[in-house]
């Protein structure tokens, strides 16, 4: 049936083993993945679809499940690690046109446009209304006092953005050198330069403070710094970081089927915070930490979160951005590490992870080279092609496999 059973990976942490058929309604199907962090399990429903995802990292046990539309076959609902509950209700050509938690409306009166993007919805109290153009492209997001409009050039380029009612980041200038693959060799901000070395796969192994060591699939497994250990990670057979260890705190990161982080968790199983996804775009967020509570992000025209706001409106948390995507905090009453789509800030590097590879926003630049070589185009490190004011880097890679949502691509 040319269906893989075993992955070997010599240098890169062992075996990744597959096995099919075992269980209810899992003829045809994939039933279970073994990789060096653990395993993942799936059960489906007599349609043969994925009715829950249990992930073992270690010895905690994590469930996700789904139900769908018996009509449909449209995702109906989900259940979270935490036992969270939502329930998807849609109109009459299968967009969502509400989002309930627990019983009780968490987005309510989505609206979009004729198959397209979502152009409005109540998250609590706050209106958000998205303004576009003939080409569906954003000309206007309001949300309680977040008010951002965008002048275009006849292409659909942004050309300005005016932030009616929001702060905007503190511009800097840095110089950089680089070699003839295109690594950055060199980077200077005001009077603190870096220097930069990589090893002969392209990874950059140090920028100066911190060395960075890889597996044999070129994925970040720790970072050091002159003293000790900074961190340790480890990946899914998708390459989903899973894993993060920080001295004695583990967190372990949990996915949907289509790769979006809806989880953090303790090693113990405590749920740190989860993360609810509208169309392809987080939400909302439901912290259960650092001020507990239910709490909706805006986001801007990429899709790149820029407050987290109360059901009333209250701003929780708030950042500028300069133009690749380094983050200005100015408010931050809960944490959110979310940021360029698809992207998750790590606070011990700078960095942020970006599934398939990490993204300094720093210099607007991967550290290791596109896994997909020059499909990717002739620079393996940049971002969008330089263009992340028009552009997101949403994954390329399994495109072809998951549904990552309304996503324009570049």
Request: glycine share 10%; hydrophobic share 30%; proline share 4%.
């Given at each position: ?44 429903d ?5 009715a ?66 979502f ?85 950059m ?17 720790q ?11 480890g ?56 001020n ?25 948390w ?81 495109i ?11």
């Open positions: 049936m040319n269906r893989p059973v075993c992955l070997s990976y010599a240098s890169a942490g062992g075996n990744v083993l597959f096995t099919y058929d075992q269980g209810s309604n899992a003829i045809g199907h994939l039933s279970r993945i073994q990789d060096q962090e653990g395993t993942v399990s799936f059960t489906y007599n349609k043969g679809r994925v829950t995802e249990t992930r073992m990292i270690g010895t905690t046990s994590h469930t996700i499940g789904y139900s769908w539309d018996a009509a449909t076959g449209d995702l109906a609902g989900m259940t979270y690690p935490s036992g969270l509950s939502l329930t998807y209700l849609r109109d009459a050509i299968g967009q969502i046109a509400s989002i309930n938690m627990d019983g009780t409306p968490l987005v309510s009166s989505v609206s979009h446009l004729p198959f397209g993007p152009k409005s919805a109540s998250l609590g109290s706050v209106n958000l209304t998205r303004n576009y153009d003939q080409r569906y492209n954003a000309t206007r997001i309001t949300a309680g006092g977040f008010d951002y409009a965008y002048t275009r050039d006849a292409g659909g380029h942004v050309t300005s953005i005016a932030n009616i009612q929001s702060p905007t980041a503190t511009s800097q200038s840095t110089d950089y050198s680089y070699n003839s693959a295109n690594n950055q060799l060199t980077g200077t901000t005001g009077a603190s330069p870096k220097t930069y070395t990589y090893d002969a796969n392209g990874n192994v140090s920028d100066g403070i911190n060395t960075f060591v890889y597996d044999g699939l070129n994925r970040m497994i970072v050091e710094n002159q003293v000790s250990t900074v961190a340790t990670y990946y899914d057979s998708s390459n989903r970081r899973i894993r993060k260890t920080i001295g004695t705190t583990t967190i372990h990161y949990l996915y949907d089927l289509n790769s979006r982080l809806i989880a953090e968790t303790l090693v113990d199983g405590t749920v740190l915070r989860e993360y609810i996804y509208l169309d392809g775009e987080p939400i909302a967020l439901r912290e259960y930490q650092t507990p509570g239910t709490y909706y992000f805006i986001n801007d025209h990429l899709g790149t979160p820029r407050q987290l706001v109360t059901g009333t409106g209250t701003v929780v708030q950042a500028a951005y300069l133009p690749f995507g380094k983050a200005q905090i100015q408010t931050e009453a809960v944490k959110n590490n979310l940021r360029l789509p698809g992207q998750y800030f790590d606070v011990e590097t700078g960095l942020h992870y970006n599934w398939n590879r990490y993204y300094d926003p720093g210099t607007g630049r991967y550290i290791t080279a596109d896994p997909i070589g020059l499909d990717g185009r002739m620079n393996l490190y940049a971002y969008v092609q330089n263009n992340p004011t028009n552009c997101n880097g949403t994954i390329k890679i399994q072809k496999l998951r549904n990552q949502g309304n996503t324009f691509y570049c």
